[in-house]
């Protein structure tokens, strides 16, 4: 039974590039949710999607950031002319059903050059 | 809006000397309070849900446990691979789904 599926691990961007973190929730888990760990930070909030439904994006950046999660594929997570700030971990959660524990991905690494 | 403090930031023991990790919480409508632990270059990993107040769980040399205001995550003898990042969580509220507010986590080092 795979776990979240995050990839890439790494990923290298200069300023003004976009970047696109792919997430794939564990097997029948239908809630997926995005967090960003900022150096020396706790984990913050950023979005939660359903299929094809945002449900609640009150932690996500108004500009350049956006989320998907598409009836078919894995949950996108893209920041569009990426600047410095943005360097993080980015991690994906997902659940089966509410409330629930979240079973977390291993993260995106995420470094603006 | 919710808040999670834990305590301390940081704690080194050796091995065997069990200890305690703190986390206090304001939150409205406590739907559960979570315990991960974080491994480097790692996403957490789930440990304990807890429910309500005198609640508790156990696993291995861990165990949890809930009040009104904080939880605590008891470490009996300790042992090397027992260091980690430990993160407490709350979900709150009916309309945020599973979301969770984290603390910031209790870096734990245990020497040998």
């Known amino acids: 039974n795979a776990g979240v599926m995050q990839n890439p691990r790494h990923l290298v961007r200069r300023r003004g590039q976009e970047a696109r973190l792919r997430c794939s929730p564990m097997k029948g888990h239908s809630h997926v949710y995005w967090y960003r760990q900022l150096p020396e930070e706790g984990l913050k909030f950023m979005v939660y999607l359903q299929k094809e439904n945002i449900i609640d994006e009150s932690g996500m950046p108004k500009e350049r950031f956006s989320a998907e999660f598409p009836k078919e594929g894995p949950s996108i997570l893209r920041i569009q002319q990426v600047v410095r700030g943005d360097s993080a971990a980015y991690f994906c959660?997902?659940?089966?059903?509410?409330?629930?524990?979240?079973?977390f991905g291993n993260g995106t690494r995420l470094t603006v050059t | 809006e919710d808040q999670v403090t834990q305590s301390p930031e940081a704690l080194r023991l050796q091995e065997g000397e069990s200890s305690s990790l703190n986390c206090s919480y304001t939150v409205s409508g406590l739907r559960g309070l979570f315990w991960y632990r974080q491994d480097p270059g790692k996403g957490p990993e789930f440990l304990f849900t807890?429910?309500?107040a005198g609640e508790e769980k156990e696993k291995e040399r861990l165990k949890a446990t809930l009040t009104k205001k904080e939880s605590f995550l008891h470490i009996t003898a300790p042992k090397p691979e027992d260091s980690a990042t430990y993160l407490c969580?709350?979900?709150?509220?009916?309309?945020?789904?599973?979301?969770?507010?984290f603390g910031e986590g209790t870096q734990l080092t245990v020497n040998p």
């Open positions: 807890l429910y309500s």
């Open positions: 969580a709350v979900q709150a509220g009916e309309t945020s789904g599973s979301r969770l507010t």
């Open positions: 959660a997902s659940s089966p059903y509410n409330p629930s524990p979240l079973h």
